[in-house]
C-alpha cells in the first residue's frame, strides 16, 4: 500500500503552518512532515518538530538551502524514501516553502522514484484572505508591493503566489477573520475564476478537521496542470470558434506546452462572441488572439504602464526579432515575465516542421508564419477589457513595420530556452 501524501503550499506567512500544527495535535493520524524552507535555519521545522517530539512523536525531516522544486528535486526523493525506509506513518504532508511551485512538487511524486512508496493525494495551497483581497481583489486601492523575486531570480513573487493558487487541488481561504463580508465573498469569486476547479474552503489559523484536509483523493496531474483559470479562458475560446471539442497534443518542441492553438480565420484579428460566466463583483475574463508579432518597445512600454484592476494576464505571444522563440507572458502583481517556454513549429527545417504537423493535424497555420501567433487570457476586476485590448493592439507591427528589419529593434525579450525577463509596471 502506498502512503498518501498532501503538498502544501501557500505564501510566506499564510498560515501552512499554524494549519500543519493544528493537524498533527490532532493525533487522529500518525503523519511524517517535510518542510522545506530557503534559508539556512529553519525556523518552520523547529517549530513543528518541538510541537510534535514532545507530543505525538511524529517524524520531520527539514530541508535546507534550497527549494524543493528545483535544486532539490532529487534530495526531496531520497528524504522521502528514506522516511518510508525508516518510520511507519500514515500519511507524508510536504510543507512547501513560500516560493515553491506546487507543479514540480507534484510531479516527483508522480512521475518521479518517490511515485514508488507515494501516492499523492492532493495539492492544498493556503491563501491569506486579508493579503489576497488587498493584492488583487481591492478595485479601489493598490495592493501592497510584493517585492522579491524567487530563487532564480527573476521570477515575480505575485506569480508564483497565484500560480500557487491555479495549480491545486483545494484553497484553503485562511485569516478569514482579516477580511469583512463583502471582501469574502469578492476574494472567493476572485478565486473561483482564478481556479475553476478546486474546491474552496475558508477557515481561520487554519481550523479544518483532518478530514476535510487529508483522506481526500483528488489530485490528478493532468486535470491539475490544466485546471488554472486562464487555461480555461483559452480553452474556451478555442473550442468556440472550433464548434467542437477535442484535444490538442502538445506541439511546441520543448516546450511543457500548455498553449494550444487553433484555427482563426481571420488571420490578423480575432472577433469574439464568447459566452463567459456572468460577471461577479466587476470580474471580467477574456481572451487576445492574434496572428501579428507585437513590436518589442511599444509592448515594453505598455508593460510599464498598465492598467488598474488587470489581475492576471497569461498566454504565448509573439515578438517581432523572436521568430524562434515561442514565449510566454506571464502577468501578476506589478510585473510581466516574459519566458521562453519553447520554439514556434514554424522555426524549424521543413523536415521537422512536416513531422510536428502530421502529429497535430488539427494545428492552425498561416502560409507565411506558421503557428507563430499572440494567444493571451487576460483576468481583471473593473477593467474595460476590450480597451485593454485596444492598447495591445497599437503594440502590433503596422503593416508599414510588417517589411522592417525587426531584429533591429530594441529588445528585451529572452532569447534562450527557460530565460526570462521581467518588466515592471509603474502604477
Ligand atoms: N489573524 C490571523 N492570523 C493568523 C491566521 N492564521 C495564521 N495567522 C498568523 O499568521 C502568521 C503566519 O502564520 P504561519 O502559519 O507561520 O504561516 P506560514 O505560511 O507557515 O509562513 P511561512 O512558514 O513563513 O511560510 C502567524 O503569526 C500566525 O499566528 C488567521 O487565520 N488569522
Redesign the pocket.
Known sequence: MSVPVTVLS??????????LSGLLESGERDIAVLVN?VGAVN??ADLVEARTDLETGEEVVALENGCICCSLGNELSQAVIQLWKEHEFDHLVV?A??VSEPEPIARQFVRGPAGGPYDLEAVVT?VDARRFYDRFADADADGPEIQGADDSGTRPLADLVLEQVEFCDLLVV?????VDDDERERVVALLETLQPRAEIVT????ALEPDELLGVERFDLEEAAESAGWKQVIEAEEHEHDGHDHDHGDHHDHTDSDHDHDHDHDHDHDHHDHVHPPERYGIAVDTYHRRRPFHPERLEAFLSDLPDGLVRAKGLCWIAGREKQAITMSYAGDETALEVTGRWIASFSEERQELYRQGQPDLPWDDEWGDRETRLALIGRNIDLEALAARLDECLLTDAEMDEDWPAYENRAPTGMGESAVVSSER
Open positions: 501557500g505564501e510566506l506567512g499564510a498560515g501552512k503552518t499554524t494549519l524552507d525556523v518552520d510543507e516553502s513560500g493556503v485562511n485569516k478569514y477573520d482579516l477557515t481561520e489559523y487554519g
